[in-house]
């Protein structure tokens, strides 16, 4: 693999200028647009769509679909999201490169953190800066950039951009396995860690909400009549916490219980909330069954158990097409100089999606930052211009055939 030409051709583009790929991403970040914060993520969608505009595709709202939450009390709703964007170039073209970010953050309207600021050692501070609408600048940079390359009408390309991220994807999953699905090749624009050492391996992870039913009484006068919810929750809640430890890998976190009332009176309601991290499928498998050994049997007399939810995001591993694309990946930061890297995550994020789909993709190659969802938010200014000239180069790399996707995307589904 070597630059050609035509690469420093795109690699000059005005649309890979640092300046550029900053200023645009901060005026996104200084608009709130926390995950439920409609307004925000309205507003924002509106700039997006107002940017991408420079590219020769079709910008379309996609609506995405609703699903079903568990409040304090016990009742069930159903929530619906904000519309996710689609920009599609090329769709008949051999050659289908996904490319996915989320326009959504972790801050409340409310907020205190609200502005970015230029910190004393040059990095940005802000809401989103890094996660990720920074990411989503670079993407846009680098699919600017790329459509200056003579050969590019062999990759046809569909970003997408979500609004619930940061809640798990519930209304965009759909989206983003229909994609996964038809694409060879995915680009994933979460940021990429301190030292730039993109995520390789990833966990997948579960989000559960088991609702306990039982009867009030009164505590004092009554308490034998009554199924306290409460007791029986914090039983429950210790079984699942002793599911830590007997699988490798495998981790279950009880993070909140709900309910109860008066100190007088036997609590007929509660809920309990936790999250798993699996290593692999069959660790996926095992924990399912043991949350539901658990949680088909009251622990007391009286009490009615409801589980909702389950496994968000399938495992993401290190198998032949992932390490063949990584390979690759590294072979075009060689060329222009910048040592790429990879580790495991416990964290997991759009690309554990695509990679269910049967996509092979790289999922952080947003900016360098740190300190995400708090407000020591970061990012570093020159990693824009980089991130963003190493995503251009890729995809003159799939459109010379440097970079294989075809191969790519057969090792993927060989593993499916």
């Not at 050659?95 to 409340?108: E, K, N, P, R, S």
Request: aromatic share 4%.
């Amino acid at each position: 693999m070597k630059l050609d030409p035509h690469d420093h051709t795109v690699l000059g583009s005005p649309a890979l200028h640092s300046d550029i790929l900053i200023q645009r991403a901060v005026g996104w970040a200084n608009i709130n647009s926390g995950s439920r914060n409609t307004a925000g993520l309205l507003a924002v969608l509106a700039a997006l769509e107002d940017a991408f505009s420079v590219l020769p595709a079709t910008i379309e709202r996609v609506q995405t679909s609703t699903s079903s939450s568990v409040a304090a009390d016990g009742s069930v709703s159903v929530d619906t999201y904000a519309p996710a964007l689609k920009i599609t170039c090329r769709p008949d073209a051999p050659l289908q490169v996904i490319l996915t970010g989320h326009y959504d953050t972790v801050f409340a309207e409310n907020s205190l953190f609200q502005r970015v600021v230029t910190r004393d050692d040059g990095a940005l501070n802000g809401p989103g800066i890094a996660d990720m609408k920074g990411g989503i600048s670079v993407m846009l940079g680098a699919l600017e950039g790329f459509e200056a390359h003579p050969l590019k009408d062999r990759v046809g390309w569909t970003a997408l951009l979500s609004p619930d991220e940061e809640i798990g994807s519930p209304g965009s999953a759909p989206l983003l396995a229909e994609l996964g699905a038809r694409g060879h090749i995915g680009l994933t624009y979460e940021p990429a860690m301190a030292d730039g050492t993109l995520a390789g391996e990833r966990k997948g992870s579960g989000n559960y909400h088991l609702i306990v039913h039982g009867k009030a009484a009164h505590a004092g006068r009554a308490f034998h009549e009554g199924a306290n919810a409460i007791a029986g929750a914090g039983m429950i809640a210790a079984k699942l916490h002793g599911l830590n430890g007997q699988r490798a890998g495998v981790t279950v976190n009880v993070s909140k219980i709900d309910g109860g009332g008066p100190l007088n009176v036997v609590a007929d309601n509660a809920v309990v909330r936790f999250n798993v991290r699996v290593p692999d499928a069959q660790s996926a498998s095992w924990v399912a069954d043991a949350i539901d050994d658990i949680c088909k049997t009251p622990p007391l007399e009286g009490l009615h158990l409801h589980l909702h939810g389950g496994m968000t995001r399938a495992p993401k591993p290190m198998d032949a097409s992932q390490t063949a694309l990584f390979g690759a990946v590294k072979n075009v930061g060689d060329l222009l100089g910048q040592v790429i890297r990879w580790q495991s995550s416990g964290g997991v994020c759009e690309g554990n999606n695509l990679h269910a789909a049967g996509l092979p993709n790289v999922d952080t190659l947003g900016v360098i930052g740190g300190d995400i969802h708090s407000d020591q938010e970061y990012a570093w200014p020159d990693s824009f211009g980089e991130r963003a000239r190493l995503s251009a180069l890729i995809l003159c790399k799939i459109a010379s055939g440097e970079i294989d996707a075809h191969k790519l995307k057969q090792l993927r589904l060989e593993t499916l």
